[in-house]
């Protein structure tokens, strides 16, 4: 086991073995910074030197390294972690920003999470200290890839298996933006930086305040890229101000339009008309089929673990009313629990203000399956359609 992080100063050092995350150039730097930046100076600090033994290729698009370090397979690097052969996972803080799956990564290969580190390269190395200070343990980096939150819980489309259940929402609900306010700065305590924050619903468009809140967002968290995630229903009525915000944010914020059959023949217009404000844009590709996930009978563990393992949404990392949670069921489950007198649990949220919170325990609360994910089951497709009205459990469960 890795003694990593202990400052504890041992007789003899002994070397960890490490997986790298990745292929690409930042996993590449990753291994030039261990090599001639932090194994030179941390026997000095107390932490064994590291040896890269692997890259492990996720994208199967990055090129082979010519470095002569051996490119695995997610088989092998399981096989190589079971048998000890690596203790460690090593991620360059590049690759962990976005909304990629990385939990579902770590647990297929049977990984404990105590047993990842970030190596925060984007930090100022000035001195010795500040070198083995950049590899830091998986549940204290400061840092989250990953964060939406939900200006407006109602939708003016209504379609069925919304996971938000949008169309249970039978008037308006926004955030109090004060409240918002508080909460998003009271999150910066334990997350310094935010690499993709998504700001979502419901349909966000429905919010007049939604300028208010891109501007908070990009004071709060600068380097953050936002991203307004729409259904594109009101988009061509929104006033210049909102694209004029929207562009004053970090590079790579814009707008995401997941895009139904209802705007099938809106496709061109809608891009002619970006085009024309100039804002960075992106669209899904129609959404003519939906998923289905919820299910009314209670999981075992067995499965109840199997479902959150493989699950992406628990890195849909939400903020709802002063909590943070993996996914946005435990905030919007009320809405279906409400409107057909359920009871599912609407539990695994923790609230930013409870005492003797840390960045450690968030993440480590965030990272586990809770009660409310027994209800969700393999996803199956079928076709889009609106909610009947009024909506019947069909809509909605399996
Ligand atoms: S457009 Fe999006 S938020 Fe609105 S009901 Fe459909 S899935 Fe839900
Ligand atoms: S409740 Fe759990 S299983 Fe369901 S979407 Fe959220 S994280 Fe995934």
Same mark, same amino acid.
């Given at each position: 086991?890795?003694? @990593?992080?202990?400052?504890?100063?041992?007789?003899?050092?002994?070397?960890?073995? %490490?997986?790298?995350?990745?292929?690409?150039? /930042?996993?590449? !730097?990753?291994?030039?910074?261990?090599?001639?930046?932090?194994?030179?100076?941390?026997?000095?600090?107390?932490?064994?030197?590291?040896?890269?033994?692997?890259?492990? #290729?996720?994208?199967?698009?990055?090129?082979? +390294?010519?470095?002569?370090?051996?490119?695995?397979?997610? #088989?092998?690097?399981?096989?190589?972690?079971?048998?000890?052969?690596?203790?460690?996972?090593? =991620?360059?803080?590049? &690759? /962990?920003?976005?909304?990629? *799956?990385?939990?579902?990564?770590?647990?297929?290969?049977?990984?404990?999470?105590?047993?990842?580190?970030?190596?925060?390269?984007?930090?100022e190395f000035s001195t010795p200290?500040? =070198?083995?200070?950049?590899?830091? +343990? /998986? !549940?204290?980096?400061?840092?989250? +890839?990953?964060?939406e939150f939900h200006i407006a819980?109602?939708?003016?489309?209504?379609?069925?298996?919304?996971e938000h259940y949008s169309g249970?929402?039978?008037?308006?609900?926004?955030? *109090?933006?004060?409240?918002?306010?508080?909460?998003?700065?009271?999150?910066?305590?334990?997350?310094?930086?935010?690499?993709?924050?998504?700001?979502?619903?419901?349909?966000?468009?429905? #919010?007049?305040?939604?300028?208010?809140?891109?501007?908070?967002?990009?004071?709060? !968290? +600068? &380097?953050?890229?936002?991203?307004?995630?729409?259904?594109? @229903?009101?988009?061509?009525?929104?006033?210049?101000?909102?694209? *004029?915000? @929207?562009?004053?944010?970090?590079?790579?914020?814009?707008?995401?339009?997941?895009?139904? $059959?209802?705007?099938?023949?809106?496709?061109?217009?809608?891009?002619?008309? @970006?085009?024309?404000?100039?804002?960075?844009?992106?669209?899904?590709?129609? &959404?003519?089929?939906?998923?289905?996930?919820?299910?009314?009978?209670?999981?075992?563990?067995?499965?109840?673990?199997?479902?959150?393992?493989?699950?992406?949404?628990?890195?849909?990392?939400?903020?709802?009313?002063?909590?943070?949670? %993996?996914?946005?069921?435990?905030?919007?489950?009320?809405?279906?629990?409400?409107?057909?007198?359920?009871?599912?649990?609407? *539990?695994?949220?923790?609230?930013?203000?409870?005492?003797?919170?840390?960045?450690?325990?968030?993440?480590?609360?965030?990272?586990? $399956?809770?009660?409310?994910?027994? !209800?969700?089951?393999?996803?199956?497709?079928? $076709?889009?359609?609106?909610?009947?009205? $009024?909506?019947?459990?069909?809509?909605?469960?399996?």
């Open positions: 086991m890795s003694t @990593l992080g202990n400052d504890t100063l041992q007789e003899e050092k002994e070397m960890i073995n %490490a997986i790298v995350f990745g292929q690409n150039i /930042y996993s590449q !730097y990753l291994i030039k910074f261990m090599e001639n930046g932090y194994n030179k100076v941390a026997n000095e600090f107390g932490k064994e030197t590291i040896h890269i033994i692997a890259y492990w #290729n996720i994208s199967h698009s990055d090129p082979l +390294p010519e470095d002569g370090i051996a490119s695995i397979d997610s #088989n092998k690097a399981k096989e190589m972690i079971e048998t000890g052969q690596a203790d460690i996972l090593l =991620i360059a803080s590049q &690759n /962990y920003a976005g909304q990629q *799956d990385f939990l579902s990564f770590f647990f297929s290969i049977g990984l404990d999470l105590d047993n990842i580190y970030i190596v925060d390269l984007e930090s200290k500040s =070198i083995v200070d950049a590899l830091i +343990p /998986y !549940y204290s980096f400061r840092r989250l +890839p990953y964060l819980d109602h939708c003016n489309l209504n379609c069925a298996n919304c249970l929402v039978k008037t308006p609900v926004f955030p *109090d933006f004060a409240k918002f306010s508080q909460d998003l700065n009271r999150l910066k305590l334990f997350f310094d930086e935010i690499s993709l924050i998504r700001i979502l619903g419901g349909e966000p468009l429905l #919010n007049p305040e939604i300028e208010d809140y891109i501007k908070l967002v990009g004071s709060v !968290y +600068p &380097n953050a890229m936002i991203h307004i995630v729409t259904n594109a @229903l009101l988009l061509q009525k929104m006033p210049d101000s909102f694209f *004029d915000t @929207l562009k004053n944010c970090h590079d790579g914020s814009g707008i995401w339009i997941s895009l139904y $059959p209802v705007m099938n023949d809106k496709i061109d217009d809608l891009k002619s008309f @970006l085009n024309e404000k100039g804002v960075a844009y992106g669209i899904s590709d129609i &959404n003519s089929t939906f998923r289905k996930q919820q299910k009314l009978e209670r999981s075992d563990d067995e499965s109840l673990i199997k479902k959150f393992n493989t699950c992406f949404q628990k890195g849909c990392v939400n903020l709802y009313d002063g909590k943070i949670a %993996a996914c946005f069921l435990p905030f919007t489950t009320k809405y279906f629990n409400q409107y057909f007198n359920e009871s599912l649990p609407e *539990d695994g949220a923790v609230d930013l203000y409870e005492e003797c919170l840390t960045t450690e325990i968030i993440r480590q609360r965030i990272s586990k $399956p809770f009660e409310r994910c027994r !209800y969700c089951a393999e996803p199956v497709d079928g $076709p889009w359609h609106t909610i009947h009205n $009024p909506s019947t459990l069909d809509d909605w469960v399996l």
